[in-house]
């Protein structure tokens, strides 16, 4: 038996994941709020690079089915970009081999093998509109965002809880396997390129070479290093993203600095995506640890977790 649609879900989480988890309960019928200690732009997801491609994300069996149905999406909402903020790009995983990948990217539409490596027209999304988009679309469909510092997942009052809550779930849950990975990042006025470039070597400490084309700017990256906590952003890792992607295109060496960012990403031995019982015949539903591929798999995660909400109480 499935928890009645007339039943309260509270999401817990207002990134990517959580806005995505709460628009396909709300418009599958249920009273959804999303309560979250931050939204819009104060969370990780807004200051993601936001190319569609699983990273730094497990397991791979899983992984692959995920990504593949929120790409099905991305290419829709890539038709309205002023509104959704997704955009289909060109551009070429540098170094990239295709065997190098996994089964799923025989399902990529375009992917090609050329010398530089893999290229491909995949999405690229303006976090900060899309974040907002979700929202909207959420509000559509009569749920509601409410910024509200959770202490612990069991003192939230509804028959039914999601917990999107990315880095956040290291406490809540406790989780101690979710840990950060500091990701850095550069906002460049765009000299005029047009193409996103990745590089799949890294060098010391996670560090690599990516730039993606955003309506804002050039993001320049990046860096992956593993338990960083700091927020504040680095100058000399600063300027080694831009030394590095001005070796790939060396206009980016003059352009000028707009912005600094940093995000920690949640990464996790694996995607928890599973339901546990609550007092009094309610239900837990996690949706956390998506590492560096939050937008790149959020649809997919967000219809297997409605689907746990839907199959009834957790035994």
Not at 254 to 279: C, K
Not at 280 to 292: A, E, S
Request: charged share 20%.
């Amino acid at each position: 038996m499935a928890y009645e649609l007339s039943g309260e879900v509270i999401v817990v989480g207002a990134g990517v994941v959580g806005l995505t988890t709460a628009v396909v309960l709300a418009e599958g019928g249920r009273r959804v709020r999303v309560w979250a200690r931050e939204t819009g732009g104060r969370t990780t997801s807004a200051v993601a690079g936001a190319l569609w491609w699983p990273y730094r994300i497990e397991p791979e069996a899983l992984v692959g089915e995920w990504a593949l149905a929120s790409l099905v999406v991305y290419e829709e909402l890539a038709a309205r970009p002023e509104e959704t903020g997704v955009r289909l790009v060109e551009g070429v995983h540098g170094g990239l081999r295709l065997d190098e990948v996994g089964p799923w990217a025989a399902r990529v539409p375009g992917l090609t093998a050329t010398d530089e490596g893999v290229a491909a027209r995949l999405p690229l999304i303006d976090m900060p509109v899309h974040l907002a988009w979700l929202r909207a679309r959420l509000e559509r469909a009569g749920g509601t965002v409410e910024e509200r510092e959770v202490r612990g997942l069991h003192e939230v009052p509804a028959p039914v809880v999601v917990n999107c809550t990315g880095l956040g779930a290291r406490s809540l849950v406790p989780d101690p396997a979710v840990r950060p990975v500091r990701g850095q990042l550069v906002v460049v006025e765009n000299p005029g390129i047009t193409t996103w470039y990745t590089s799949v070597d890294e060098v010391e400490g996670g560090a690599s070479a990516y730039f993606f084309p955003q309506p804002g700017g050039l993001l320049l990256g990046g860096t992956a290093e593993e338990d960083g906590w700091s927020l504040e952003p680095d100058p000399a890792v600063a300027a080694g993203i831009v030394a590095r992607c001005a070796a790939v295109r060396p206009e980016i060496a003059g352009a000028r600095v707009l912005a600094h960012r940093v995000g920690l990403r949640p990464y996790r031995g694996a995607v928890r995506l599973a339901r546990e019982p609550r007092p009094g015949d309610g239900l837990l539903v996690h949706n956390y640890g998506h590492g560096g591929a939050g937008v790149t798999v959020a649809w997919g995660c967000a219809r297997e977790a409605a689907g746990l909400v839907d199959t009834g109480p957790a035994a």
